[in-house]
């Protein structure tokens, strides 16, 4: 008899029928609705992050990320992570300005995105921006390149940069 299976369910232990009832401390006990003890599932961190559609007549800018880290090699709308305290706004200067040594004029939002990765989940908030000062060079990235908006298709991308880059496609 498998008595995981048949006798000592999670849900309903039968445990008058259970050859085992004489030596179970959790029968003993009166705990044998409350076994087996599950792991507490652990919270999916949540992240909101800025991403910057840096214009530039028919051009916007984007950045490849560096080999080996999450989405090695793909393409993206340069920004990032939000800082405790920080805006939004804020967020996106700061990224700008250490991700590519340059500041931006920050202009509309373009939209909101959310996605879900294996072990956290962002919510991207993309805005449109121009250079204020600064040539664009690739401090945290492996490359930068202005591109024309039609030709972003031709880029890999992660799927939120993708719907950003669709949305400008379509738009254009
Ligand atoms: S007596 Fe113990 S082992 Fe047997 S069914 Fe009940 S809880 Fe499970």
Not at 5 to 34: F, I, N, Y
Not at 86 to 100: G, N, S
Not at 122 to 142: D, E, F, W
Request: charged residues 25%.
């Amino acid at each position: 008899m498998d008595l995981g299976s048949a006798v000592c369910t999670p849900r309903s232990p039968r445990c008058s029928d259970c050859p085992l009832a004489s030596h179970c401390l959790a029968r003993a006990h009166g705990t044998q609705e409350l076994r087996p003890i599950r792991p507490a599932r652990r919270a999916v961190p949540h992240y909101r992050v800025t991403a910057a559609v840096v214009e530039r007549g028919h051009s916007v800018l984007i950045a490849q990320r560096p080999v080996g880290g999450l989405l090695g090699g793909m393409w993206e709308f340069p920004g990032g992570k939000q800082e405790h305290g920080e805006t939004l706004e804020a967020c996106l200067r700061r990224e700008l300005r250490e991700e590519l040594g340059v500041t931006v004029r920050i202009g509309a939002r373009l939209g909101i995105w959310h996605h879900a990765y294996s072990h956290f989940r962002v919510t991207v908030y993309a805005y449109r921006c121009r250079l204020q000062r600064g040539n664009p060079r690739a401090l945290a990235h492996s490359r930068v390149r202005w591109v024309r908006i039609r030709a972003l298709k031709t880029y890999p991308m992660g799927k939120v940069d993708r719907a950003i880059a669709r949305m400008l496609a379509s738009s254009a």
